[in-house]
C-alpha cells in the first residue's frame, strides 16, 4: 500500500511540475532541434521534463525516509551528489553543446561515488577480484547513463520502459522483504516508477521531451538501485539485466554493429533497432514503445515468477538468466532480417 501511495504522489508531483514549467520563461532555452543527427521529430519541441522527473523523485524520496523511523540510508547523499553531477553536465549539454569526452568522464566520477558509497566492507573475494568487480560496477552505472540517454529518441519510449521495469524490481524487492515496510532502494524504485508515469502524459503526444536530464538521471537511478538491491539481497545480480533487457540489447547490439562496421559508437546517429523500425518499418512511435514496455513486463512477469530473486552468491547464472541471453539473441537475429528486408524492398 505504501509503496502505491509513494508512486501516485511522485506521478502527480512530476506532472505537475512538468505542466508548471511551461509557464517558466528560464524553461524555454530548453528545446530539441529536428537538424540533431539522431531526431525522430520534425519540429522543435521542449525538452525540460527531466527538471519534472528528478525534482519529484528527489522530494518525495527525501521527504518519504525523513519521515521514516530509522536513519537515512548511506547511499543517500552520495547517490545524491551524484545525481547533481549527471544533472549538471546534462543540463548543460542541453543548453550547449558538451564534449562526449567531458560528459563521459562525468559519468564515470558519479558511477564511482556511487560505488564507493555502497561497496560491502568484505564479500569474501580477494583484493584482485573485489577491484575487478569494483571496476565493472563503474562501468556499468557509467553505461547505464548513457544507455537511458541513448534510448530516448521515440516518444514514451524510456519513460514506459522504466516504469514496468522499476515498478518490477520493487515488487522483487517487496517479495524478498517478506512484508517489511518497503526500505530506501524499493522506495526509490516506486518513487522512480511514479515520476517517469507523471512524465508520460506530456511525452506521448511529442509535446514534452525529458532532455538529458532526465534520461540520464534515470540511467543512474535505474543502475544505482540494482546495484544497492544486489547488495542488500533483494534481488540476484541477474534480475536487473533481465528486467531491463529490451533497452540493454538494443543499444549494446547497436553499438557492436557500428563499431563493426568502422562507424564512432560515439557519434549520434539513427541506427538503433527502434529507429530503424520506425524509418525503415513505418512504425509509429506508439507501436514501438508499446512493444519495448510489453517485452519488459514479460520480463518482469517471468522474474516474479522465479523462485529465485534473492541469497544467491555472486557469479552463479541460473536458467532465467541463460533463457534470456539466447531468447534475446534470437530476437536481434529476426529484427535484423525482419529489417533488412525492408530496406531491400525499399531498394528494388
Excluded at 157 to 165: K, N
Excluded at 313 to 340: D, H, M, Q
Aim: hydrophobic share 55%; aromatic share 8%.
Amino acid at each position: 500500500m505504501l509503496g502505491a501511495i509513494i508512486s501516485a504522489v511522485t506521478c502527480l508531483l512530476s506532472f505537475v511540475l512538468i505542466w508548471a514549467l511551461r509557464y517558466v520563461p528560464a524553461a524555454s532555452v530548453f528545446v530539441d532541434s529536428p537538424a540533431k543527427p539522431q531526431a525522430m521529430h520534425s519540429r522543435a519541441v521542449p525538452r525540460y521534463g527531466g527538471f519534472g522527473i528528478v525534482g519529484a523523485i528527489a522530494l518525495v524520496v527525501a521527504a518519504t525516509l525523513s519521515l521514516g523511523s530509522g536513519p537515512l540510508p548511506s547511499w543517500c547523499l552520495p547517490l545524491g551528489v551524484a545525481l547533481g553531477l549527471v544533472g549538471a553536465v546534462s543540463i548543460a549539454d542541453d543548453i550547449r553543446h558538451v564534449s562526449a569526452l567531458l560528459r563521459l568522464c562525468v559519468h564515470t566520477f558519479a558511477a564511482t561515488v556511487v560505488v564507493w558509497a555502497v561497496w560491502p566492507a568484505a564479500v569474501g573475494l580477494g583484493a584482485g577480484a573485489l577491484l575487478i568487480l569494483a571496476i565493472g560496477c563503474v562501468l556499468g552505472i557509467a553505461w547505464s547513463i548513457n544507455l537511458f540517454n541513448f534510448m530516448d529518441g521515440v516518444n514514451g519510449m524510456v519513460a514506459g520502459s522504466s516504469v514496468v521495469a522499476l515498478l518490477g524490481l520493487a515488487i522483487v524487492g517487496t517479495l524478498a522483504s517478506a512484508g517489511a515496510a518497503p526500505n530506501g532502494v524499493i522506495v526509490l524504485c516506486f518513487a522512480a516508477a511514479g515520476a517517469a508515469a507523471g512524465f508520460l502524459p506530456h511525452n506521448l503526444g511529442g509535446r514534452v521531451f525529458m532532455g538529458d536530464l532526465g534520461s540520464t538521471g534515470l540511467g543512474l537511478i535505474a543502475a544505482s538501485v540494482a546495484l544497492i538491491g544486489a547488495k542488500e539481497v533483494l534481488w540476484q545480480w541477474w534480475v536487473p539485466f533481465v528486467v531491463f533487457a529490451p533497452m540493454i540489447v538494443d543499444t549494446t547490439w547497436t553499438l557492436l554493429r557500428r563499431g563493426l562496421k568502422g562507424d564512432p559508437v560515439w557519434e549520434s546517429h539513427r541506427e538503433h533497432i527502434y529507429q530503424r523500425l520506425v524509418r525503415h518499418r513505418n512504425w509509429s512511435h506508439l507501436q514501438v514503445t508499446t512493444l519495448y514496455a510489453g517485452l519488459t513486463f514479460v520480463s518482469v512477469v517471468a522474474v516474479v515468477a522465479s523462485r529465485q530473486v534473492a541469497g544467491a552468491e555472486v557469479g552463479s547464472v541460473p536458467v532465467l538468466f541463460v533463457a534470456w541471453v539466447l531468447k534475446y539473441s534470437t530476437l536481434i537475429v529476426l529484427a535484423e532480417a525482419y529489417l533488412r528486408n525492408a530496406c531491400n524492398a525499399a531498394q528494388s
